[in-house]
């Protein structure tokens, strides 16, 4: 019996190998992988443009075997398409390739301005639901051209383009907005979700110019500049903007690194109306100064302090009253924060709090602290007597 | 076999008594009969130290004959009328002294046969600690034990296996240290041995350990007898072979195959540095094909996309599949293993050379496999040789292979099944009555606590 046993085990284990082993195996000669997709709004209306850039392993020439100094082209090729949806894009790509489409190390999604206006609804469904898919590619926009464009364009340093995208949303905004974000974000009353937005300059460079705002997965416009480096550093990411600040009766003014947001925020129901409190702690460093300050003295600084946090609070006013009033959505979550608060009472509000939304006011209590100053106090290259202290 | 007497009381019986030893042992030139006076001294030249028979027999016989009160000086004698007893002492070695009138033989011991001297181990080597190895002669060996381990406590037990060869084995054990039941195991088997011709201690090895049949080693081979002796002063048995100077050790389990002698000559610090050390590239020595094929072929997503890019354009040129292209390099990476054994040590040099470099090389650059598998095949087989003790690296080897066929077929989940169906066969697997997988298996911690981190020694 113990012999039929010990027979019966390598039998089955042959079994299973012959009968039903090999049938995910895709070797890697044969497989085709998407760095990125980008989708715009097709010749055809009501068609999608859809281009994906395919790897090519064979230019890569694999270890070893560096560039030969003249700056090569993109080791990847390009497929467009054009189709009623994504499945039917995807189908029509994989009748021009050799090898089969592995989406699995596609990290980011491209969506065209255009058709981010029309509404991206139905594209969202096939990334999150294909098993070969990542729920944390991110998902960008392009700004005031189509995405084709964009991609099209020379990436400095990188081997390819998407680490352009990828990089700059992780290393300079730290709030990356991936697929996930992007769901999470929709599905929590009171938010509506946002991603990063690209442009390209006028030299013909990429730039990750801003925040594209969405509403109802539909996009509503974009918050750039400083209100962009607020916006991220009060949902949590980095910052790394640049502050100008100035003291009246100075001549000149100085530049304020900002390096973090620390954000208290309360909300409290008073006579059936919601009260929003901010705290806000701004930390910065002043890295440029354009004045005849000298920066090693308190007293200075703490007029600095002051400045700095009443140019917080300006750009906080003016973010908000963009978010308000201008688009009219509630990106930052105060709908959220009344929800995981006062649940009872979101119930009651919730159809309503869209027109609520944009007639909320907030209060703010800013303050700044400047942590450092860099190496020297006052400017090395003006003489003693002209130093103000 | 016939017990015969040997009866001396006359000359007539000595004749007779040569003419039986010449024909039951043939009349060979190394069968020297000598006589002195009414004394035959017979031995075989090669075998007995000839300067002592003149020196402890010839000359106290021949000095005496006139007195009539014979003796001979040399110090262990042993005396007998048995006749195959001394057809044994002198294939042994021994100096059959016959003298007319006398009713009994006198074997005296004087066997000096060839042997080497004390060399350094060869298989098991250490850094810090004594580079003494085992010889083929069963008595040095025993000296050597019995040197380090100068205890009261040491017992042997002896048994003679083999009417062609005749040889002796012994089993080696502390009293009231190695458990009675293991002892008593062991004797049970080693008087079940049947054997006629014992050449090594592995014809022994493989009749008495459990599960011949497993890839698995469940007995300890050692030439070194300080592992004996720190085996034995641990509450193990030995058992050692004439002519082999290979020891058995019992019991044995999974863990001690990578354990090196060295462990206890390091400080714990080093000890457990290496003992990780050799534990993940063990592991990797088993497992690394097989999760490249596996992760390459089925689970790419699992890899960063840059890296997966340079195995795909290292790809390219292969036309083989990853699996093909891994037993290739493995079969070539072991015959290069087994042939570098193999050879005259003086081509060692130039045959390494000739396999690593250019057949490595020439393979990648003719495109038949690519170069992150040659990376795999070296790290793999550089971590399969870290295995410290000889016969469980045959273990991992047919192993790795199987399960390199399985995560062809199957990915992880092949590598899983194999896995585990190894897992539940070692649960099985005993070694002298002791469960293969302790202490982790019946789980002791004060043992698993010293597997881990190499205790340091107690200071008193």
């Given at each position: 019996?113990?012999?039929?046993?010990?027979?019966?085990?390598p039998?089955?284990?042959?079994?299973?190998?012959?009968?039903?082993?090999?049938?995910?195996?895709?070797?890697?000669v044969?497989?085709?992988?998407?760095?990125?997709?980008?989708?715009?709004?097709?010749?055809?209306?009501g068609?999608?443009?859809?281009h994906?850039?395919?790897?090519e392993?064979?230019?890569i020439?694999g270890?070893g075997?560096?560039?030969?100094?003249q700056k090569?082209?993109?080791?990847?090729?390009?497929?467009v398409?054009?189709?009623?949806?994504v499945?039917?894009?995807r189908?029509?790509?994989?009748?021009?390739?050799s090898?089969?489409?592995?989406?699995?190390?596609?990290?980011v999604?491209?969506?065209?301005?255009?058709?981010?206006?029309?509404?991206?609804?139905?594209?969202?469904?096939?990334?999150?639901?294909?098993?070969m898919?990542?729920?944390?590619?991110?998902?960008?926009?392009?700004?005031?051209?189509?995405?084709?464009?964009?991609?099209?364009?020379?990436?400095?340093l990188?081997?390819?383009?998407?680490?352009l995208?990828r990089e700059?949303?992780?290393?300079?905004?730290h709030?990356?907005t991936?697929?996930k974000?992007?769901?999470?974000a929709?599905?929590?009353?009171?938010?509506?979700?946002?991603?990063?937005?690209?442009?390209?300059?006028?030299e013909?460079?990429?730039?990750?110019?801003?925040i594209?705002?969405?509403?109802?997965?539909?996009?509503?416009?974009?918050?750039?500049g400083?209100?962009?480096?607020?916006?991220?550093?009060?949902?949590?990411?980095k910052?790394?903007?640049?502050?100008?600040?100035?003291?009246?009766?100075?001549?000149?003014?100085?530049?304020?690194?900002l390096?973090?947001l620390?954000?208290?925020?309360?909300?409290?129901?008073?006579?059936?109306?919601?009260?929003?409190?901010?705290q806000?702690k701004?930390?910065?460093r002043?890295?440029?100064n354009?004045?005849?300050?000298?920066?090693?003295?308190?007293?200075?600084i703490?007029?600095?302090?002051?400045?700095?946090?009443?140019?917080?609070?300006?750009t906080?006013?003016?973010?908000?009253?963009r978010?308000?009033?201008?688009f009219?959505?509630?990106?930052?979550?105060?709908?959220?924060?009344?929800?995981?608060?006062?649940?009872?009472y979101?119930?009651?509000?919730e159809?309503?709090?869209?027109?609520m939304?944009?007639?909320?006011?907030?209060?703010?209590?800013?303050?700044?602290?400047?942590t450092?100053v860099?190496?020297?106090g006052?400017?090395?290259?003006?003489?003693?007597?002209?130093?103000?202290? | 076999?016939?017990?015969?007497?040997?009866?001396l009381?006359?000359?007539?019986?000595?004749?007779?008594?040569?003419?039986?030893?010449?024909?039951?042992?043939?009349?060979?030139?190394d069968?020297v009969?000598r006589?002195?006076?009414?004394?035959?001294?017979?031995?075989?030249?090669?075998?007995?130290?000839?300067?002592?028979?003149?020196?402890?027999?010839?000359?106290?016989?021949?000095a005496?004959?006139e007195?009539g009160?014979?003796?001979?000086?040399?110090?262990?004698?042993?005396?007998?009328?048995?006749?195959?007893?001394?057809?044994?002492?002198?294939?042994?070695?021994?100096?059959?002294?016959a003298?007319?009138?006398?009713?009994?033989?006198?074997?005296?011991?004087?066997?000096?046969?060839?042997?080497?001297?004390?060399?350094?181990p060869q298989?098991?080597?250490?850094i810090?600690?004594?580079?003494?190895?085992?010889?083929e002669?069963?008595?040095?060996?025993?000296?050597m034990?019995?040197?380090?381990?100068?205890?009261?406590?040491?017992?042997?037990?002896?048994?003679?296996?083999?009417?062609?060869?005749?040889?002796?084995?012994?089993?080696?054990?502390?009293?009231?240290?190695?458990?009675?039941?293991?002892?008593?195991?062991?004797?049970?088997?080693?008087?079940?041995?049947?054997?006629?011709?014992?050449?090594?201690?592995?014809?022994?090895?493989?009749?008495?350990?459990?599960?011949?049949?497993?890839?698995?080693?469940?007995?300890?081979?050692?030439?070194?007898?300080d592992v004996?002796?720190?085996?034995?002063?641990?509450?193990?048995?030995?058992?050692?072979?004439n002519?082999?100077?290979?020891?058995?050790?019992?019991?044995?389990?999974?863990?001690?195959?990578?354990?090196t002698?060295?462990?206890?000559?390091?400080?714990?610090?080093?000890?457990?540095?290496?003992?990780?050390i050799?534990?993940?590239?063990?592991?990797?020595?088993?497992?690394?094909?097989?999760?490249?094929?596996?992760i390459?072929?089925?689970?790419?997503?699992?890899?960063?996309?840059?890296?997966?890019?340079?195995i795909?354009?290292?790809?390219?040129?292969?036309?083989?599949?990853?699996?093909?292209?891994?037993?290739?390099?493995?079969?070539?990476?072991?015959?290069i293993?087994?042939?570098?054994?193999?050879?005259?040590?003086?081509?060692?040099?130039?045959?390494?050379?000739?396999?690593?470099?250019?057949?490595?090389q020439?393979?990648?650059?003719?495109?038949?496999?690519?170069?992150?598998m040659?990376?795999?095949?070296?790290?793999?087989?550089?971590?399969?040789l870290?295995?410290?003790?000889?016969?469980?690296?045959?273990?991992?080897?047919?192993?790795?292979?199987?399960?390199?066929?399985m995560?062809?077929?199957l990915?992880?989940?092949?590598?899983?099944l194999?896995?585990?169906?190894?897992?539940?066969?070692?649960?099985?697997?005993?070694?002298a009555?002791?469960p293969?997988?302790?202490?982790?298996?019946?789980?002791v911690?004060?043992?698993?606590?010293?597997?881990?981190?190499?205790?340091?020694?107690?200071?008193?």
């Amino acid at each position: 019996m113990k012999r039929k046993i010990s027979l019966l085990v390598p039998v089955l284990l042959l079994t299973v190998w012959i009968c039903t082993g090999c049938w995910d195996r895709k070797e890697i000669v044969d497989v085709a992988f998407v760095m990125i997709t980008t989708l715009d709004e097709g010749q055809t209306p009501g068609f999608y443009r859809v281009h994906a850039h395919i790897a090519e392993p064979k230019r890569i020439g694999g270890p070893g075997q560096s560039s030969s100094g003249q700056k090569q082209k993109e080791p990847v090729t390009d497929l467009v398409t054009e189709a009623r949806n994504v499945d039917e894009a995807r189908s029509n790509m994989e009748q021009m390739l050799s090898r089969d489409i592995v989406s699995s190390h596609r990290r980011v999604f491209l969506i065209g301005e255009a058709l981010a206006r029309r509404g991206i609804k139905d594209l969202l469904d096939h990334i999150s639901r294909s098993p070969m898919n990542r729920i944390s590619t991110l998902l960008v926009v392009a700004e005031n051209t189509k995405a084709e464009k964009l991609i099209d364009q020379q990436v400095p340093l990188e081997n390819f383009g998407v680490e352009l995208f990828r990089e700059l949303s992780f290393r300079k905004t730290h709030l990356p907005t991936s697929l996930k974000d992007y769901f999470i974000a929709s599905t929590t009353p009171g938010q509506q979700p946002i991603t990063a937005s690209f442009a390209t300059t006028k030299e013909n460079e990429i730039v990750l110019s801003g925040i594209a705002i969405f509403r109802d997965n539909r996009l509503v416009g974009f918050v750039k500049g400083k209100e962009a480096v607020v916006l991220t550093g009060i949902l949590g990411g980095k910052t790394g903007g640049s502050i100008t600040i100035h003291i009246s009766q100075v001549k000149g003014d100085l530049s304020i690194r900002l390096d973090r947001l620390k954000v208290q925020r309360k909300v409290a129901i008073s006579n059936g109306e919601p009260k929003f409190t901010f705290q806000v702690k701004a930390f910065g460093r002043i890295l440029d100064n354009r004045t005849n300050l000298d920066l090693s003295n308190p007293e200075i600084i703490r007029k600095l302090n002051k400045a700095f946090a009443d140019e917080m609070e300006g750009t906080f006013q003016s973010l908000f009253h963009r978010l308000q009033k201008d688009f009219r959505t509630d990106s930052y979550g105060l709908g959220a924060m009344i929800y995981k608060k006062y649940p009872g009472y979101w119930k009651r509000i919730e159809k309503d709090w869209p027109e609520m939304y944009p007639d909320q006011t907030l209060k703010w209590q800013v303050s700044a602290k400047i942590t450092g100053v860099g190496s020297i106090g006052a400017p090395l290259f003006i003489p003693e007597n002209e130093v103000k202290k | 076999m016939v017990q015969q007497s040997i009866r001396l009381s006359n000359w007539a019986d000595l004749e007779q008594f040569t003419e039986e030893l010449k024909r039951t042992l043939g009349s060979m030139p190394d069968l020297v009969f000598r006589s002195v006076g009414a004394s035959l001294i017979v031995y075989i030249s090669g075998l007995a130290d000839q300067q002592r028979i003149e020196r402890e027999i010839v000359d106290p016989l021949s000095a005496n004959q006139e007195t009539g009160s014979l003796f001979i000086k040399t110090p262990s004698v042993q005396m007998t009328d048995n006749y195959q007893q001394t057809v044994q002492a002198i294939l042994s070695g021994m100096a059959a002294v016959a003298i007319c009138g006398k009713d009994q033989v006198i074997l005296a011991n004087v066997a000096a046969s060839p042997k080497r001297g004390v060399s350094d181990p060869q298989i098991e080597s250490s850094i810090l600690g004594p580079q003494e190895a085992f010889l083929e002669d069963l008595d040095t060996n025993i000296a050597m034990i019995r040197r380090i381990t100068k205890s009261e406590k040491f017992r042997m037990k002896v048994w003679h296996f083999g009417s062609v060869a005749h040889t002796e084995a012994r089993l080696l054990y502390f009293d009231q240290v190695a458990p009675d039941e293991l002892v008593a195991e062991i004797s049970k088997r080693l008087d079940s041995v049947h054997l006629e011709d014992i050449l090594g201690s592995n014809y022994i090895a493989e009749t008495i350990k459990d599960r011949p049949l497993s890839w698995f080693p469940t007995v300890q081979k050692t030439e070194r007898p300080d592992v004996v002796s720190n085996a034995l002063m641990k509450g193990r048995v030995a058992v050692i072979v004439n002519n082999t100077p290979i020891v058995l050790l019992f019991p044995f389990t999974f863990w001690n195959a990578f354990e090196t002698v060295e462990d206890i000559y390091l400080s714990y610090s080093s000890a457990t540095f290496l003992r990780w050390i050799r534990a993940f590239f063990i592991l990797s020595a088993l497992l690394l094909p097989s999760l490249y094929v596996a992760i390459t072929t089925f689970h790419n997503e699992m890899l960063p996309t840059n890296l997966l890019l340079s195995i795909a354009a290292s790809r390219e040129a292969s036309p083989f599949p990853a699996l093909v292209e891994a037993l290739i390099m493995e079969s070539i990476f072991e015959a290069i293993r087994e042939a570098i054994v193999r050879m005259p040590r003086i081509l060692v040099q130039a045959v390494s050379v000739v396999g690593a470099l250019v057949i490595g090389q020439a393979i990648v650059q003719a495109g038949i496999v690519s170069i992150p598998m040659i990376i795999v095949v070296s790290i793999t087989g550089i971590a399969s040789l870290m295995i410290p003790h000889y016969e469980t690296t045959f273990a991992i080897r047919i192993l790795r292979i199987i399960l390199l066929l399985m995560a062809g077929g199957l990915g992880f989940f092949g590598i899983a099944l194999g896995l585990f169906f190894t897992q539940v066969y070692l649960t099985g697997l005993r070694s002298a009555g002791m469960p293969y997988l302790t202490p982790v298996a019946p789980f002791v911690w004060k043992s698993l606590k010293n597997l881990i981190i190499r205790q340091p020694f107690e200071r008193s």
